[in-house]
């Protein structure tokens, strides 16, 4: 994020005395990425944000992988993870489920009613996509609404929590990365801002519009983090709320991004994934696929060609609307189709001469592609369709 923004109280110049109206100093924060030398803000706290009283184990929900071996492309159908009956007991922090993962970046999902706890993921920058239900983000920096089709970026270490809203369950799509998230630098011009050819810009970009202030003692925030080559949690307990912010000023905070406001780019023939990229980090891209005009050339197959990733695994979530290329492989909402490198891959048996002359794709999917293997979470071993790799030739495995 590179878009300055200041709200609440702040001096009119960095790094200066900041008094209350009762002339106490407020104590200023520098939270900033890559050691001093990339985006960052200021944040000024009425009380001092080191202050803790305790620290213990916060025991992670299972974190271990399985490698996909041998080699197939899988199904993994993500609403079969949570029992109704356990969404009130389930919160989006501590429910969620790991799907897939590497060094670079982890998924994983949940349906949870519940508010969460404090949080903060000091391992990376987190994305987290809401499939449906709406929820708060109440943050450091101010709080941010969540509905249906949000994107929401929340930056390495800003403490949060989630808070749900409305009648239904928040369905959640966490991409969490050992560094940050941005927008891919090709759309941005050297200063940082969005270029005419970006299918998006600053004003899809919402962030929060005034400090969220909280008073409490001996409030515990969950810690997420690295310990011995390893992802693991901590409990700090601090001595008075994080969210004592009173205003803060900078280029780094957290916001949403609807997908809905993503503008697709189309053309005569077949636009591969890169046109449809929203996010990038290191050894891994965001892209969506929305509702869209297709490929208008006379001879155009508007389904995608087969084609071989060799350096990278590729990662749908279908979230919406109607997969034209999936038809007839049992994947529809919720569900995950994982693609490895060193398969080739492509539409099911069909459908590659069946949308021939189709005018529009009325299908929504979350992409991640990685550029290092991805392993197999517990969630995934937990929810796999075993008949998928086999649905394009429509036999199974010799016995």
């Known amino acids: 994020m590179a878009f300055y923004r200041q709200l609440g109280n702040v001096p009119p110049k960095r790094h200066t005395q900041h008094r209350d109206e009762n002339g106490q100093l407020y104590f200023e924060e520098l939270m900033g990425e890559e050691g001093f030398t990339s985006d960052s803000s200021l944040l000024y706290h009425r009380h001092i944000p080191s202050a803790i009283v305790d620290s213990t184990v916060w025991e992670l929900r299972d974190q271990t992988t399985t490698p996909n071996y041998p080699l197939k492309p899988r199904h993994l159908k993500l609403h079969e993870l949570f029992r109704e009956e356990t969404w009130a007991e389930t919160d989006v922090v501590t429910g969620r489920r790991l799907i897939l993962g590497n060094a670079d ?69 966490i991409i969490e990365a050992s560094g940050h998230i941005a927008a891919p630098k090709r759309y941005l011009s050297r200063f940082g801002q969005f270029l005419e050819h970006a299918p998006y810009c600053e004003r899809d970009l919402h962030g929060p519009t ?86 208008y050339h ?11 990733n060799v350096d990278s695994d590729e990662i749908l979530f279908y979230c919406g609307g109607d997969y034209e290329a999936r038809k007839g492989s049992g994947i529809g909402q919720g569900s995950i189709s994982i693609h490895p490198g060193g398969h080739a891959h492509g539409s099911q048996p069909g459908a590659y001469e069946r949308s021939i002359g189709v005018e529009f794709f009325d299908e929504l999917a979350v992409m991640v592609d990685t550029f290092r293997p991805l392993e197999l979470g517990e969630g995934a071993l937990s929810c796999e369709d075993e008949a998928y790799a086999w649905s394009w030739s429509r036999r199974g495995p010799s016995k």
């Open 298 to 308: 006379p001879l155009a197959i508007p389904v995608p060609y087969y084609h071989s």
């Open 210 to 295: 005034e400090p969220f202030v909280a008073e409490g003692t001996d409030v515990e925030v969950l810690v997420k983090h690295r310990a011995a080559g390893r992802i693991v949690g901590t409990r700090m307990v601090y001595a008075n709320h994080p969210f004592d912010v009173v205003g803060w000023a900078g280029c780094l905070y957290p916001y949403t991004f609807n997908i809905s406001d993503f503008e697709p780019i189309t053309g005569r023939v077949h636009q591969p994934p890169p046109s449809h990229q929203v996010f990038e980090g290191t050894n891994f891209v965001v892209c969506n696929f929305v509702p869209r005009k297709v490929d």
């Open 105 to 173: 970046v982890r998924i994983s999902y949940v349906v949870a009613a519940r508010d969460s706890s404090l949080y903060r993921n000091a391992v990376g920058d987190e994305v987290v996509y809401v499939e449906s239900g709406e929820a708060i983000v109440e943050t450091v920096f101010g709080a941010l609404r969540a509905h249906q089709g949000d994107y929401v970026l929340i930056p390495m270490s800003a403490t949060h929590r989630w808070v749900s809203r409305g009648p239904e369950p928040l369905r959640a799509y």
